[in-house]
Antibody, heavy 120, light 110 residues
Framework: EVQLVQSGAEVKKPGESLNISCKGS????????IGWVRQIPGKGLEWMGI????????RFSPSFQGQVTISADKSISTAYLQWSSLKASDTAMYYC?????????????WGQGTLVTVSS | NFMLTQPHSVSESPGKTVTISCTRS????????VQWYQQRPGSAPTTVIY?????PSGVPDRFSGSIDSSSNSASLTISGLKTEDEADYYC?????????FGGGTKLTVL
């Protein structure tokens, strides 16, 4: 059974760093892309970026380029979304999702989401 | 850059048919596939239509997708509405460098 399991909810202060994770199982982790999607409370879905764990090829939405880092450790089938300095505006639910390619294929499996709250 | 515009909300009665539109602002809707995702409250999204009009296994045939080049739009049609269809629906497409989601449509079945 394909599963994407994300790390738990986080409460952070502005300026702190954060790393959230997404562990894949039940499929060949290096053969599919993992994307990240932001959902601000009460708002819609926003595509942030995507990584191919097989070779770490990474693409970003222009809106998120330079704001976050996306990485993957294929030895433990885990992708990461990282912030070096959080802002209150980063408060949102973050989903990881699997895709067969960088852009054209749908996200066929999703993680359960990680809620990030940034507040002083 | 392009945007996908959806109606903010639609409502219909159980058993009826509803159509949700998704209009692409620039570039042809027919050039790049459109996917549709359903998101129930408190849950992660799931795919209901991919590649314009394909249904994943497990999605009932009450869900169908189409594209209309004349209006540069994609549509999601749900027939025989059930209360369980009440959810937010998002279209999504792409170009050579990014994926884009529509703003989402809240479907109320009342």
């Amino acid at each position: 059974e394909v599963q994407l399991v994300q790390s738990g909810a986080e409460v952070k202060k502005p300026g702190e760093s954060l790393n959230i994770s997404c562990k894949g199982s039940g499929y060949s982790f290096t053969s599919y892309w993992i994307g990240w999607v932001r959902q601000i409370p009460g708002k819609g879905l926003e595509w942030m970026g995507i990584i191919y764990p097989g070779d770490s090829d990474t693409r970003f939405s222009p809106s998120f380029q330079g704001q976050v880092t996306i990485s993957a450790d294929k030895s433990i089938s885990t992708a990461y979304l990282q912030w070096s300095s959080l802002k209150a505006s980063d408060t949102a639910m973050y989903y990881c999702a699997r895709s067969e390619d960088g852009y054209a294929s749908p996200f066929d499996y999703w993680g359960q989401g990680t809620l990030v709250t940034v507040s002083s | 850059n392009f945007m996908l515009t959806q109606p903010h909300s639609v409502s219909e009665s159980p058993g009826k048919t509803v159509t949700i539109s998704c209009t692409r602002s620039s570039g042809s809707i027919a050039t790049n596939f459109v996917q549709w995702y359903q998101q129930r409250p408190g849950s992660a999204p799931t795919t209901v239509i991919y590649e314009d009009n394909q249904r994943p296994s497990g999605v009932p045939d009450r869900f169908s997708g189409s594209i209309d080049s004349s209006s540069n739009s994609a549509s999601l049609t749900i027939s025989g509405l059930k209360t369980e269809d009440e959810a937010d629906y998002y279209c999504q497409s792409y170009d050579s460098s990014k994926r884009v989601f529509g703003g989402g449509t809240k479907l109320t079945v009342l």
